[in-house]
């Protein structure tokens, strides 16, 4: 069952892919802490994030998988990280409010990894995947090593695919003014 608010706010969220100015200051929002990217704007009393898209309300973590990873439809996002205020693509995953419920026990482990090993340096390709789709969106190395604490020549390499050549954006560059240096083969 889709819910006419979400379907709603899938609209605005898709509406927002479309205007860069948006997405820049959404993304503005997010800070790398320890692993995840929390929300710096205003929260809900449930300690997620609170975005406004179009003058409207949405959560930001729902906000950031719609930017990243498309459209959620009718099911919940959902953090592993279960860290609320986060909104870091690879911390998210699609379910249902069952599954919401029922999923206590598998969260934590991110956020147990976080504390035990911060800045590890090891990346995994899913993370790559998303740096790859951030340089398709323009952005620099340098911001996109802050966001993943990472070196800035390390990101730099990613961008150039000079690292992680295997690992392709699957995205065109969105902003065709901006249009960045992709492996392309
Ligand atoms: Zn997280």
Known sequence: MVSTLRTHHNRLLIEMLSRES??????????LVGYCWE?????????YGKATVN??????????????CGD?????VLHKCDNKPCARPQHLFLGTAKDNALDASAKGLLSRQGKEGKRAKTLT??????????????WLPKRVSTYYGISKSMAEAIR???AWSDIHCPYPPLFKNRRAALVST
């Open 55 to 68: 003058g409207e309300q949405t959560g930001a973590h729902r906000a950031s998988f719609t930017l990243f």
């Open 72 to 76: 959620p439809g009718g099911l919940s």
């Open 160 to 162: 150039l695919g000079t």
């Open 39 to 47: 929300w710096q704007g205003s929260r809900y009393p449930s300690g």
């Open 22 to 31: 948006d997405v820049e200051r959404f993304l503005s929002k997010l800070k």
């Open 125 to 138: 390709s899913y993370e790559v995947y998303f740096m790859k789709l951030l340089f398709s969106r323009g």
